[in-house]
C-alpha cells in the first residue's frame, strides 16, 4: 500500500469553481511540499508545510497541514485554466537517523483538469 | 543560475543498451536525488546522495548506479537497459540545513527503451 494517499486522483471542475485535493500520510509527517506540473515538464514548487496547523497561501492556492500531521489538504479557489496540471505532494519523514529531506515519499499525483 | 540541469531531453535505448544520465546544478546544494515518474504512481526515489562521495539506494535502485565524485555532478547509470526503466526521470537538488527547504527539480528526461 502507498505511504502517501492522493485524492481524488483525477478532478474535472469548470472554471471559477473551487476545489480541494488530499494528501494522507500513513505515518506521522515531518513536512509536506506540494507541486504543481504540467504535462512533459518538470515539477513546480508550490509551497512546504512543517508545522501541525500552518496555512500558506500562494495566489488562489491554500494549503494546509492538519493538526495530527497526517494530512494536508490543498485548496483553489475560483479555479481558472492555468491552475490545470498534475499536482504532486511529497512527504518529508522522521527517522532514526534524521529526516528525509532529500528524498521524498510522493502520492500518486491529482490530474486536475480545469474547463474554461 | 542555471539551477538544476539534465541532459539528455529524450532517449531511445534498446534493450540491453547502456548510457548515462546527466544531471548538474550550480547552486551548492549538499542533497541531490534521482526520481523516475510513471503514470499513477507519482515519483519513486532511485537514489539520493547527501554529499560528494555519498550516496544511498532509494525505494527502486535496481538497475541504476550512481556516483557523486563531486558537489554539482550526480550522473545516473543504466546498465542494461530494459523495456521496464522505460518512464520520465527527475533530478532533483536540495541544501541540507536551510529555512526555506525548497526541493529543485530538473525539466526531466524522457527514456524510450523497445
Known amino acids: 500500500s502507498q505511504e502517501l494517499e492522493q485524492s481524488p486522483q483525477s478532478l474535472i471542475v469548470q472554471e471559477g469553481k473551487n476545489l480541494t485535493i488530499n494528501c494522507t500520510s500513513s505515518?506521522?509527517?515531518?513536512?509536506l511540499y506540494w507541486y504543481k506540473q504540467k504535462y512533459g515538464e518538470g515539477l513546480i514548487f508550490l509551497m512546504m508545510?512543517?508545522?501541525?496547523?500552518e496555512e500558506k497561501s500562494h495566489e488562489k492556492i491554500t494549503a494546509k497541514l492538519d493538526e495530527k500531521k497526517q494530512q494536508s489538504s490543498l485548496h483553489i479557489t475560483a479555479s481558472q485554466p492555468s491552475h490545470a496540471g498534475i499536482y504532486l505532494c511529497?512527504?518529508?519523514?522522521?527517522?532514526?537517523?534524521?529526516?528525509?529531506?532529500?528524498?521524498?515519499?510522493f502520492g500518486q499525483g491529482t490530474i486536475l483538469t480545469v474547463h474554461p | 543560475n542555471a539551477g538544476v540541469t539534465q541532459t539528455p531531453k529524450f532517449q531511445v535505448l534498446k534493450t540491453g543498451q547502456s548510457m548515462t544520465l546527466q544531471c548538474a546544478q550550480d547552486?551548492?546544494?549538499?542533497?541531490m536525488s534521482w526520481y523516475r515518474q510513471d503514470p499513477g504512481m507519482g515519483l519513486r526515489l532511485i537514489h539520493y546522495?547527501?554529499?560528494?562521495?555519498?550516496?544511498d539506494q532509494g525505494e527502486v535502485p535496481n538497475g541504476y548506479n550512481v556516483s557523486r565524485s563531486t558537489t554539482e555532478d550526480f550522473p545516473l547509470r543504466l546498465l542494461s537497459a530494459a523495456p521496464s526503466q522505460t518512464s520520465v526521470y527527475f533530478c532533483?537538488?536540495?541544501?541540507?540545513?536551510?529555512?526555506?527547504?525548497?526541493?529543485?527539480f530538473g525539466p526531466g528526461t524522457r527514456l524510450t527503451v523497445t
Open positions: 505515518k506521522t509527517l515531518y513536512g
Open positions: 508545510l512543517q508545522k501541525g496547523g
Open positions: 546522495s547527501v554529499g560528494a562521495g555519498i550516496t
Open positions: 511529497g512527504a518529508v519523514y522522521l527517522y532514526a537517523g534524521g529526516t528525509s529531506y532529500g528524498k521524498l515519499t
Open positions: 547552486m551548492n546544494h549538499e542533497y
Open positions: 532533483a537538488s536540495a541544501w541540507a540545513v536551510r529555512t526555506t527547504y525548497e526541493q529543485y
